[in-house]
T-cell receptor, first 113, second 111 residues
């Protein structure tokens, strides 16, 4: 089945460490997104990419960077993790155009100690 | 000020007790309103897209409606398996094609 996968599913790290979260999709979608979800704050957009050469900052990009290695792969990096980056992280994909509902991966639970 | 507001934050129902969840929005130039279901520890699952006022969509016990200012997700005769957090999101002219999410309504259905 066409799907969105995320690795790792759970990660515990220490303050100051560099960490990468990976997202892969077999849906053939051009657009990919990274969100974080915090209790009481909902889903907030970190970065989005409309194709391999088009990467854009979202609402809360500070402290994060991304890499779109291929149409199917979109990675999120925390260069120097801090405790308030502890959250659930979701990758999503969509087709281009106004009818583009987003399809979400299963999430990565990140804890920064 | 939040652009998308969902109410109530939490809702507890008995099995079979119908109710509605609300999503109000203040953006202009709405391109689409999206409903998702999210189970604990999982990614949101797409339910519906609504594009214009007066539009309605149904799926099993769920029915979504849209007006110029808000959307309702009606749940008819809910079952315990309907327990989840329901998320609303909008896409509008100023969102660069991206979704703006509300904070969700957590629904619990007791047998």
């Amino acid at each position: 089945d066409a799907d969105v996968t995320q690795t790792p599913r759970n990660r515990i790290t220490k303050t100051g460490k560099r960490i990468m979260l990976e997202c892969s999709q077999t849906k053939g979608h051009d657009r990919m997104y990274w969100y974080r979800q915090d209790p009481g704050l909902g889903l907030r957009l970190i970065y989005y990419s409309f194709d391999v050469k088009d990467i854009n900052k979202g609402e809360i990009s500070d402290g994060y960077s991304v890499s779109r290695q291929a149409q199917a792969k979109f990675s999120l990096s925390l260069e120097s993790a801090i405790p308030n980056q502890t959250a659930l992280y979701f990758c999503a994909t969509s087709l281009a155009g106004p009818l583009n509902e987003q399809f979400f991966g299963p999430g990565t639970r990140l804890t920064v100690l | 000020e939040d652009q998308v507001t969902q109410s109530p934050e939490a809702l507890r129902l008995q099995e079979g007790e119908s109710s509605s969840l609300n999503c109000s929005y203040t953006v202009s130039g709405l391109r689409g309103l999206f409903w998702y279901r999210q189970d604990p520890g999982k990614g949101p699952e797409f339910l519906f897209t609504l594009y214009s006022a007066g539009e309605e969509k149904e799926k099993e016990r769920l029915k979504a409606t849209l007006t110029k200012k808000e959307s309702f997700l009606h749940i008819t005769a809910p079952k315990p398996e309907d327990s989840a957090t329901y998320l609303c999101a909008v896409k509008y002219g100023g969102s660069q094609g991206n979704l703006i999410f509300g904070k969700g309504t957590k629904l619990s259905v007791k047998p």
